[in-house]
């Protein structure tokens, strides 16, 4: 089995399978995020590839499954339906899955600093127009409406990817992500940039946030240090936020909610992107089938991994965690993990993170494409213009 180097709580379920099952033991091997799709795709390539493979689902998943190098898995050999729906998607293809999720949900957030907006007179945000009442007003306080790490892109790919979500459905993506290209030029996905350009141009972002870079912590510590009113990031923040301002955590301040909604939009007010869990997948050459197997069905997200999921303050993508919710002893960490479950649980539709969805040969040209129509370097039309020729 091959994951990750920060995957700790997934070797615990190595570890009490192998425990348990000493005479068919997984040997599991961990590298470095940069390093580990390149090994991945060479491995295969060469025929030398794990019995089970972490993935993140979409595109890059996909690849392999077209090649007919993964197993499709099931309710009765791996337990399947008691995964979230809405995750599951992200190893569904043709009505087949392909994975089983392995950690917790990674939903993209609008974080806020309760204080800061109450000092300006602002509610959160419910609406689009709602946020660009909130950046007028705030900005007129001299706070950054919304920090934002654009220095590293991805960040500002999530706005897109909302955006989109909101303005054209869940659809125009699904669509090219499925290999259309030509919907990058779709009417949608122009009106999204053009909402990106519209918050950068009214300083929504501050002056900064092309210095700014994620691996820093800078764009989360103008949250709460007070000098910016709210952030857009995955769940993973929260434990940062937690770790590195224990106090403000402690002290109510911080607030979260959905992306707002766009009325007059075609998208569902529901729907969410980001991360919606990595995912473990059999190798269909693998000589291991059932012991995988059994791993998969009894250990993967077991009850002692739930556990320690929520104790991390994550939440796994599992069915029916209401009375474990309700036990959790911490009133902050309970209020944070129903407000996630609760948002997973009611999304109609649960979009991957585009630079994980989309093929690796077109991750690099959209976060280039992303940061250009942020800066404005770019027109909206020219955003999809590029794009459509980098996928095809």
């Known amino acids: 089995m091959w994951a990750l180097n920060d995957q700790t709580i997934l070797k615990d379920s190595v570890d009490a399978y192998n425990k348990d099952h000493p005479d068919a033991r997984i040997t599991l091997s961990l590298y470095a995020n940069d390093d580990y799709k390149q090994k991945l795709r060479v491995a295969f390539g060469a025929n030398q590839a794990p019995d089970i493979f972490f993935s993140w689902g979409g595109g890059a998943l996909n690849d392999y499954v077209k090649a007919g190098k993964v197993d499709a898995l099931t309710q009765a050999n791996a337990d399947t339906d008691r995964f979230t729906p809405s995750v ?12 089983v999720p392995a950690n917790g949900l990674a939903p993209v957030v609008l974080y806020y600093n309760k204080k800061v907006l109450a000092d300006a007179g602002v509610e959160p945000p419910k609406t689009y127009d709602d946020l660009l009442t909130a950046v007028k007003k ?27 979500d909101r303005e054209g459905g869940s659809q125009v993506f699904t669509d090219i992500a499925a290999g259309d290209a030509s919907k990058w030029q779709e009417a949608s996905v122009t009106k999204a940039n053009q909402r990106l350009q519209d918050l950068a141009k009214a300083g929504a972002f501050g002056d900064n946030a092309s210095s700014v870079s994620y691996d820093q912590g800078a764009s989360t510590a103008l949250l709460y240090t007070g000098k910016a009113g709210m952030t857009l990031m995955g769940t993973w923040e929260y434990a940062n936020i937690a770790k590195a301002a224990p106090d403000f955590l402690k002290s109510g301040d911080l607030g979260y909610t959905a992306f707002p909604s766009l009325p007059d939009g075609a998208g569902e007010a529901n729907s969410i992107v980001g991360n919606p869990s ?11 089938k ?36 309700a036990a959790v002893t911490s009133s902050t ?28 040969d077109q991750a690099d040209p959209l976060l280039t494409n992303t940061d ?6 770019i027109s909206p039309a020219e955003f999809g213009t590029n794009m459509s020729k980098a996928g095809s």
């Open 372 to 377: 250009k129509s942020f800066l404005r370097e």
């Open 333 to 360: 960490d309970k209020e944070w993990l129903t407000f996630v479950y609760d948002l997973v649980q009611n999304a109609p539709g649960f979009q991957l993170s585009w630079d994980q969805a989309l093929p690796s």
């Open 290 to 325: 059932s012991a995988a197997l059994t791993y998969f069905k009894d250990y993967v997200l077991d009850d002692s991994q739930v556990d320690s999921y929520l104790a991390a303050g994550s939440v796994p993508p599992v069915k029916g965690l209401e009375s474990k919710l």
């Open 88 to 99: 599951m998607q992200s190893a569904t293809f043709d009505g087949k899955v392909y994975g």
């Open 138 to 164: 705030l900005k007129a306080k001299d706070v950054v409406p919304l920090s934002l790490a654009a220095n590293s892109k991805w960040p500002t790919l999530m706005y897109l990817e909302y955006l989109l």
């Open 278 to 288: 990595n995912f473990l997948s059999l190798n269909s050459s693998t000589k291991n």
